[in-house]
């Protein structure tokens, strides 16, 4: 994965990985909100991986075989944090309203806007071009 870079970019954040070496990659995510402290508006962070092929039970006697990018945050002090931390006030500093029981309302239940992924010590899925990388894809950057 040496030289490669997978790039997401919406309307609230970008997450950039980029794989520096056969071991080590970096992992960006900067929040679009201008509203943000800086602590949480760029982030960046150093790990080490490898790719490991896996072969999972699917439905029934089916198996999938899948590609695993199993990803550790090279700084010490990350294996005391969450998996996840979510930026508090995050949706009233730097979401639209919605309407109460609106669809776009339940998808926000559904899927919290406003996360950091700390990347502990974390295995993320390889499809074709795109890394799963928590509820979203990341296509490789051409």
């Known amino acids: 994965m040496k030289g490669q870079v997978y790039e997401l970019t919406d ?10 070496t056969d071991n080590d990659c970096r992992i960006e995510q900067s929040y679009l909100c201008e509203k943000l402290p ?15 092929k896996l072969k999972i039970k699917h439905s029934g006697n089916k198996h999938l075989n899948v590609n695993c990018l199993i990803i550790e945050n090279s700084d010490l002090n990350a294996k005391k944090l969450p998996r996840f ?11 639209p309203k919605v309407i109460v029981n ?16 700390n990347l502990v010590r974390d ?12 509820y979203k894809k990341i296509p490789r950057k051409l």
């Open 123 to 134: 295995s993320l899925v390889l499809r074709k071009d795109t890394i799963v990388f928590g």
């Open 85 to 95: 931390t979510y930026i508090a006030e995050y949706e009233n500093l730097c979401l």
């Open 11 to 20: 309307s609230e954040q970008k997450i950039q990985l980029n794989f520096l």
């Open 102 to 117: 609106s669809n776009e309302y339940k998808l926000r239940r559904k899927m919290t806007p406003g996360i950091i992924l």
């Open 38 to 52: 800086d602590t949480f508006s760029n982030l960046t962070m150093e790990a080490k991986y490898r790719v490991k």
